[in-house]
């Protein structure tokens, strides 16, 4: 599981995730980045899940970007491809989230969402929802610790910088079943390090904010120095 956090302001998308791809056991099999950026038009991709669904579903969103060059017009065939993608049993066996975050021709700062599965209190599957006030993968922090950390209900100016850190840390501290093998017994799948990824109209701006401690061919330990 990517855990990710998007969220769309006046004048750009933030976008938080971390870092780890593992196995089902949440044996850690590679650390980088998980957020892919289009060179032609600015518009970037995450997703949760099995990560050759996601990278085939990426990279499908991507290549319509550079055919249209235009945001409205990648999300025009993005929409009409989910259906086919549904009709033909894509990832069936391999659930995913994908989340957009990108500056509209039309409607600005976007945030957008698709999944390939039915899930419980979820939008509909093999649709695209518009999300025009950030969403998240993951569990995030109760209410009332966000609020000792100084975030005020209906805030929407502060910047993910902010309170990633102390929302990304509850997470990580926490097992998680993963939606490739909900079965399976829970793990720890929020590793690596945290990246922030700012969409501006004329470009991105990519940091890390924490790095873990993280080892490739070892399981995720939240408790470790």
């Given at each position: 599981?990517?855990?990710?956090?998007?969220?769309?302001?006046?004048?750009?998308?933030?976008?938080?995730?971390?870092?780890?791809?593992?196995?089902?056991?949440?044996?850690?099999?590679?650390?980088?980045?998980?957020?892919?950026?289009?060179?032609?038009?600015?518009?970037?991709?995450?997703?949760?899940?099995?990560?050759?669904?996601?990278?085939a579903l990426s990279n499908m969103i991507l290549e319509a970007?550079?055919?249209?060059?235009?945001v409205d017009g990648t999300m025009a065939i993005l929409e009409?491809s989910l259906s086919v993608i549904a009709s033909e049993g894509?990832?069936?066996?391999?659930?995913?989230?994908?989340?957009?975050?990108?500056?509209?021709?039309?409607?600005?700062?976007?945030?957008?969402?698709?999944?390939?599965?039915?899930?419980?209190?979820?939008?509909?599957?093999?649709?695209?929802?518009?999300?025009?006030?950030?969403?998240?993968?993951?569990?995030?922090?109760?209410?009332?610790?966000?609020?000792?950390?100084?975030?005020?209900?209906?805030?929407?100016?502060?910047?993910?910088?902010?309170?990633?850190?102390?929302?990304?840390?509850?997470?990580?501290?926490?097992?998680?079943?993963?939606?490739?093998?909900?079965?399976?017994?829970?793990?720890?799948?929020?590793?690596?390090?945290?990246?922030?990824?700012?969409?501006?109209?004329?470009?991105?701006?990519?940091?890390?904010?924490?790095?873990?401690?993280?080892?490739?061919?070892?399981?995720?330990?939240?408790?470790?120095?």
């Amino acid at each position: 599981m990517t855990a990710f956090t998007l969220k769309p302001y006046r004048d750009r998308v933030e976008i938080l995730s971390d870092a780890a791809t593992y196995l089902p056991d949440g044996t850690v099999v590679g650390i980088g980045c998980k957020v892919k950026t289009s060179p032609f038009v600015p518009l970037a991709v995450t997703g949760s899940g099995s990560v050759r669904a996601i990278d085939a579903l990426s990279n499908m969103i991507l290549e319509a970007a550079m055919a249209t060059g235009s945001v409205d017009g990648t999300m025009a065939i993005l929409e009409n491809s989910l259906s086919v993608i549904a009709s033909e049993g894509f990832a069936s066996d391999s659930p995913v989230k994908i989340a957009i975050g990108a500056i509209s021709e039309t409607y600005g700062p976007v945030t957008l969402y698709f999944a390939t599965f039915d899930e419980l209190g979820a939008p509909a599957p093999f649709a695209l929802h518009k999300m025009p006030f950030g969403f998240g993968q993951g569990e995030h922090p109760p209410h009332e610790q966000m609020v000792a950390q100084g975030w005020q209900p209906g805030d929407g100016v502060a910047p993910l910088e902010k309170f990633g850190p102390f929302m990304f840390e509850y997470m990580r501290a926490r097992k998680r079943p993963n939606p490739s093998n909900p079965a399976a017994e829970q793990i720890f799948c929020v590793g690596g390090h945290l990246d922030l990824t700012i969409i501006r109209s004329h470009g991105y701006e990519q940091r890390r904010l924490v790095t873990w401690p993280d080892e490739v061919g070892k399981k995720i330990d939240p408790v470790a120095a």
